[in-house]
């Protein structure tokens, strides 16, 4: 793939800028000659006909949502509505400055605010923050409100935090960066929380679980209730991963089932785009207990005004510069006004209803470790579908067939785990075109093994080495190097 | 509803597949008393149309933001974002795809990672940089954690004229992390005060140009094992001299200016950039130039090891989804201007910022804070309430930051401007005639 | 200048390969005494920035148009615009593109071009459509050149209720093409006068809904040999029965209802449809179906024997470009709506607009001009000088047809009003309660 | 390529539309059942997400200026700048009723007025219209100007129209449309008109002369000041068609050439994108003598009020319902004011460049039949440059190799025609890539010509049957046959 650093550089003759128009100075006169760039960087300029081939080019090269099927379990790669991406570009919206007074922002502070009831209302929980800037950010910020919780408390030794061993990997990564001592509990043969497991791990110095509800296998715990119950009994509190509520959108809440923390994940349930990895919005929403020691500031309602309150001396303090990131936000209102209650549950019903219809099909094929009910997604195990071939091997050849491939490796406790989410936004049609796909695969694997090994064949390159770019790290363009 | 494609007839018959006869057998595994619990947000369904007029509705509850003159800055500022940026991250094969888990078809977004990290190498004159944070502020932080986890001293420095902004988010991440944080004062020219560093510090961290508009000179520190973190104005190092050269370790900033609007604070653009060495300590994703099977060059994540999938606790960060679209307009508004037209930019911001802050200064009782180069940033010491003065540009369309924020930071009787290149010659002469009208 | 590609260096070089030494040598086959008399603009280069504020100031000088509440009609209604509409379009790969000659490479754009012929097929209830004509008025023009080709009688009736808009083209072209038009006067009930339609015409033109909003029914017409032409309102036709199974030989009209922008009327989006038996009469482009090599199916402009390139002044038209992309936005806008969605929406529009002409009617002296059926658009009898209503409601942003053009086609002291499903119920009762205050 | 009618037609359950908010009467009451559709047209409704695959789809099926060089001659492919489509969606100009009082469209009337000054100084004729939609628009407006200009003087016999053989198609058939008959000349052996054949046809029931300059192989006309005098002199006018302005913008004019009528391009010259077919632009500037006879309304400035003027007894009437296309001429007004006049130069200096550039190279391999200084495009012939080898064998093959073909068999005076115009935004780079694979071409066409008949082999369809779609026309969706 070529860069741009490959191609034509180009002089501009024309003013892409605007003539200075006061009168001028001189570097020279106005800093100090240490303080200066002593060379230009290396940056090409292009242009403007070429920048748009280039990137286009490379917009090519990539597979969106608009290109098909995007199974990928746990990230609910949903359709991005439209019309999100033309209110977030409002201009006044788009244009307003986070440090403008509070009168020029009433129509941004409001939304802020709508947002808050709304996420508060769907967790059933008391107060949200709106920072966070993605999931594993919304975690980090629970697991700073523990801390500061039990600090409070005056438990500062309540350290531990509980995790099944099909957790997503932010989740110990995050408990850990604030400082939490991290015990995995192993799933029982339902894919659930042993619960024999968490009674022996109850002690003084649990800070607490955190749970993905429905899990990472897709399974909605049967005895949840049980667990946050048995947490809270021995005073711990109870941290639930929103990236699956696209399998309850509409039917259940958090809070209802023992969650004193719920992050959402928007990038994922609430319709915004995923960008190739960000920007994303993971706000989080608390039980009473946690709501003083949220972020700051918080968006308060005072008569007909909307004011950024800072007076909360027990916050954490704040996990962002501003106040999240608003144009995602926005493009998640947008959305769950456009769905309403009825749209929020025919969401949860389509999804749940396309991964069962897969599930139900490919097992067939495929070996499903934890045959159950699912909700928005299961997980297949690639293992033993043919001589010497690995899950790596079907993603692989899935691109062939014109399809993303679906996660794969995760969660752990599935041996050549392939974690199929579908969304409620694709169809029937759909769903059978990939599971014609998956047949060919697992046929192809005893008969033709050498197409999966050397798959994709269709992509715009072939399987790229991994290990290499770790082992010779190449992590900017090779200026000086023979190319 | 319009983004579900199984018809009621598709629902049917694949409920029949199941063996279910109603949907609410799909949730049968929820307990009942969860879901007998359940409100819902008593919200109806709305067509795109009403909710295009809810939206606008709303929009017309802030000020006309078209019609305002800004000189508000403090790590957000007023550039211009040529056209094409949007155009082009508004293709949906961009826009809409994953964290690029699978190289062979997200070489698009692989490749515009590996052009950013290269870019901002460029202009920060370190050796590898990440492919984007969530914000510049969470990049300080992170920042700190490395240098934490490298040096181990369990306390930090930090500038008081870093933004406050940056600094909330510093503090409640070193106190959640448990590193001290210490505060070094600045010098009567706004700049860092380098008797008052403190030893045996894991970083420190400091701001240039800073939250007073000065430009910081760190070549004369000396930090032992301590390592030196550079919070950078990107659009300023078209012409400053990379923090990379100057001493830093690492160089972080908010890569907002890159052709980014403002949207009210987010979402923004964490940069981070150090050297070589700590490679496999850096927080983020990293796109790395490999190989396929034919000997086809082509990128991937690099060291996805150091990320929590793999390594779980032992992970360098937390750092999961980013803000890779961001970095890709930051990309595309870089190689729309290239070298030169950085430089230009850059010059135009700075000579316009002088041009203005004399003028202010020809007016009587208005004189610089400091007497230090600045940038496209100044700090005006007024002889007036500078939160009436505030108040009246406000009436007249100009905006400048709140007071309360260099108060904050020790300084009264200031107030900050900011100048890009947006403002005209004639906008900055206006403000300074309506400033001198301000008794 | 940001859009040429070749560096100072790249033109030098391309010069000497061209055995030249300056750029005057291109340029030396143009006679000196026309390069000597050359005048510039007399205009500098600006940058984007700059221009984006110029074009914002014109923007300004307009009214703030999101703020109107509009009434207007006439052939150009305010109807929802759904946002994937643009999104789509905007994919450069539609929009950039040229005439689809080689049609390997153009299956995006002719796919759609049949799919937009196969919609208005379904909606006109004719065997076959092109695939655009500039406007709905051109539309018209070239409709009766058609007829006037196969018929062959020099003259050509029209309905006196033509909105004046395409009957001016109208007018236009027959004048040059020396076809005469003959005036068909409206009864009391503002429909066509079967009585008055005269013999030997090559076609009559008729509009339903006409410029008064009353719906036509065309199905007692006898015109001999004489074609029918009806101009129809696209969107109409998710509730009216199509023409072509009332009689019709020819259905054109203006597609700016499917989801085009006012535009201050243009770009616009010409329809036309026929019977089968005159396929090679039809002026414009058209998609048809055929195979590959491979017997692949795919899409190849057809019949362009009847075009300019192969027959030269035999040639069916002049039409060259026509309206392609305006064609892919009503054939999407159609796609998001499905036949029920396009039900849905004309009865929205009917319902709204006979709410009110009710309303309107309950208000002393204000009477429908005519006791006949209307769709999303009437005409209102008023007891006060309409040019004054018309003021007062502009003044509460209501925006109203100049009474000039009902004057014009004989009705006085009259009002039209068109209502699409954008108007609220709201806004319609406050209509009604500010005419009800002007005395 | 499958259409939207072979997809999944979706019943949607909700609401794309608001739900009405009157008392609702009903069809039956409102609509006699006679005028009542009976059946609902057979359109699917798609999902949203479907939609949006769909034309996605479509789109890549599609080639664009921004995919790469589109050296279609005649046409200009030009880069189109983003700036354009923005500025022409500001809400202000998009919402703009055609029939709004005046006083609320200012901005609009405006930039017309503006749009038509720069026309009319950029021709360097007296006045402008602005209603033609496209180029053949324009000429079909200029022919009803010289019919009505000579029925006003009392020369209504006046009725031939000249037209060198290598003119455009539009050109004969406007001119047949207006009622002229048309007189093809011959042209020289250098490509121009032929002078002495040119004076055999001047009488007095000649019209004018309709002319291309730079004429369609790319040449200038150097006698072109004797032949619109000799025009002149018979009492005949000129129209010159403007496709080819590109060649001199910024450098000459075509009133200072003899041009009494001359229609713009805006689609080639001013940048305006194509969109697969239009909409496009084609004002009509013309001399003093015929500004009295130009279509109304007309837009005025009286004070610093904008004004449409109606007031024109001698005008041919409408060729628009408004005021031309808008959203078109604004685009093409932002092109002008970013480039400027020195702008307008570097245009005609890198497309004449280019194209010359191009001829040269290209000259060594194809025969060029008219051999000299070009413009801005040349045109090559393709005949005898391999065994049975077609001019459009080359064009496919050029598919295979990434680049849009050239326009083939126009102009009809070369056999075989190969019609190349690289424009000015393309760079050197492309050019020479370009200029490789026509050499790759040619040799292929030599040693394996069946690469040539074959050809496209890479693109989404190979070569499609045009005879077929004539011969068995399908123009709509087949519904009732089986597929
Ligand atoms: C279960 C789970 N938790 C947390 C995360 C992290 O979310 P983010 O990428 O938004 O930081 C993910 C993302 O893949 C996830 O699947
Ligand atoms: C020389 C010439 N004249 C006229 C036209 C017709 O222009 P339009 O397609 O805009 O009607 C063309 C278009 O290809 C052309 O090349």
Same mark, same amino acid.
């Given at each position: ?49 070429? $920048? ?411 399987? $790229? ?19 | ?439």
């Amino acid at each position: 793939m070529s860069t741009i650093f490959d191609r034509h550089v180009t002089v501009s003759d024309g003013c892409l800028l605007p003539k200075q128009d006061v009168p001028e100075q001189g570097l020279k006169k106005l800093i100090p000659s240490s303080l200066q760039r002593s060379s230009p960087p290396r940056i090409p300029q292009l242009s403007e006909p070429e $920048l748009a081939r280039h990137y286009t080019r490379l917009s090519k090269l990539n597979y969106g949502i608009d290109d098909g099927l995007y199974p990928l379990g746990s990230c609910t790669m949903k359709y991005n509505p439209k019309v999100n991406e033309d209110l977030a570009r409002l201009p006044g919206f788009a244009l307003a400055h986070p440090k403008a007074e509070e009168g020029l922002v009433q129509g941004s502070l409001h939304l802020l605010y709508e947002v808050s009831h709304i996420l508060s209302r769907m967790a059933g929980l008391d107060a949200v923050t709106l920072q966070p800037a993605a999931g594993a950010h919304g975690e980090l910020t629970g697991m700073f409100l523990l801390r500061r919780y039990f600090e409070k408390r005056g438990e500062p030794q309540r350290k531990r935090i509980l995790l099944p061993d099909s957790a997503h990997g932010t989740n110990p990564a995050s408990a850990n960066t604030a400082g939490f001592s991290v015990v995995q509990l192993p799933s029982n043969e339902k894919g659930m929380v042993d619960l024999a497991a968490l009674k022996g791990e109850l002690d003084s110095n649990l800070a607490g679980i955190m749970l993905t509800v429905p899990n990472t296998l897709g399974i909605f715990e049967e005895e949840i209730l049980s667990v946050t119950e048995l947490v809270h009994e021995a005073g711990g509190l109870c941290y639930f991963d929103g990236a699956n509520l696209n399998a309850f959108l509409g039917r259940a809440r958090p809070g209802d089932m023992g969650a004193d923390v719920f992050h959402f994940n928007f990038h994922k349930t609430l319709s915004t785009p995923h960008g190739g990895g960000g920007p994303g919005a993971g706000p989080v929403a608390v039980s009473g207990k946690l709501s003083d020691l949220l972020p700051v500031p918080r968006i308060k309602k005072e008569g007909e005004k909307y004011r950024l309150d800072w007076d909360f001396p027990d916050s954490i303090g704040s996990m962002h510069p501003f106040y999240g990131n608003f144009g995602v936000l926005l493009k998640a209102y947008v959305y769950v006004l456009l769905l309403g209650d009825a749209g929020l549950r025919a969401v949860s019903e389509n999804a749940v209803l396309n991964a069962n219809y897969l599930q139900t099909r490919l097992k067939e094929t495929f070996t499903l470790p934890y045959d159950r009910l699912c909700k928005h997604e299961f997980v297949l195990s690639g293992a033993e579908i043919g001589p010497g071939i690995k899950t790596l091997d079907i993603a692989k050849r899935l691109i062939d067939y014109g399809f993303h491939p679906p996660t794969i490796y995760f969660p752990l406790i599935v041996q050549e785990a392939l974690m199929i989410e579908p969304t409620e936004c694709e169809g029937r049609d759909t769903l059978d075109r990939f599971v014609e796909a998956m047949e060919r695969i697992a046929a192809e694997a005893g008969e033709t093994p050498e197409q999966l090994h050397t798959a994709p064949q269709r992509a715009p390159v072939h399987r $790229l080495d991994e290990t290499r770019a770790a082992r010779q790290p190449v992590l900017t363009y090779p200026f000086d190097a023979e190319r | 509803m319009q983004y579900v494609t199984n018809t009621k007839k598709d629902r049917e018959q694949m409920l029949a597949a199941l063996g279910l006869n109603s949907i609410e057998g799909l949730f049968s595994d929820i307990p009942r008393p969860i879901k007998e619990k359940f409100q819902g947000l008593e919200l109806s369904e709305k067509s795109e149309l009403e909710v295009v007029s809810a939206l606008k509705r709303l929009e017309a509850q802030n000020a006309n933001w078209e019609n305002m003159t800004s000189f508000l800055g403090g790590g957000i500022y007023d550039h211009y974002i040529p056209s094409i940026v949007s155009h082009l991250i508004s293709r949906s094969e961009f826009y809409t795809a994953y964290t690029p888990y699978q190289p062979e078809i997200s070489q698009g977004t692989l490749t515009a990672m590996f052009e950013f990290q290269t870019m901002i190498c460029e202009l920060t004159g370190m050796e590898i940089a990440n492919a984007s944070l969530y914000d510049g502020a969470t990049a300080l932080a992170e920042a700190v954690i490395m240098a934490e986890r490298i040096v181990g001293m369990g306390r930090m420095a930090v500038a008081r004229s870093l933004v406050p902004d940056f600094r909330r988010v510093l503090d409640t991440y070193c106190g959640a992390a448990g590193i001290d944080v210490v505060e070094v004062p600045y010098t009567g020219r706004g700049q860092l005060d380098l008797r008052a560093i403190p030893a045996d510090i894991s970083a420190l961290a400091i701001q240039s140009p800073n939250a007073f508009g000065v430009i910081e000179d760190p070549t004369q520190l000396d930090l032992g094992d301590g390592l030196l973190i550079v919070v950078a104005n990107p659009i300023s190092l078209g012409i400053l001299a990379p923090p990379g050269e100057l001493g830093a370790d690492v160089v972080v900033g908010e890569g907002q200016p890159l052709g980014l609007p403002a949207s009210f604070g987010g979402p923004l653009l964490g940069f981070f950039a150090t050297h070589r060495r700590w490679l496999r300590k850096v927080p983020g994703r990293i796109s790395g130039r490999t190989v396929d099977r034919d000997g086809k060059e082509g990128y991937v994540m690099a060291f996805q090891t150091r990320e929590q999938h793999i390594r779980r606790e032992r992970a360098t960060s937390n750092i999961c989804t980013n803000s890779a679209l961001c970095a890709l307009a930051a990309t595309i508004y870089i190689a729309s201007l290239g070298a030169e037209g950085l430089g230009e930019l850059a010059r135009l911001n700075l000579e316009k910022a002088h041009y203005l802050a004399d003028r202010i200064c020809s007016l009587p009782g208005y004189k610089l804070a400091f007497q230090a180069p600045f940038f496209n940033e100044f700090t005006i010491h007024v002889p007036v309430d500078p939160h009436r003065i505030r108040d009246s540009l406000k009436q007249a369309g100009f905006l400048v930051t709140d007071p309360g924020e260099l108060e904050a930071l020790g300084m009264q009787e200031a107030l900050r401007f900011a100048v890009t290149e947006k403002r005209t010659r004639e906008q900055l002469d206006s403000l300074v005639e309506k400033l001198g009208g301000i008794k």
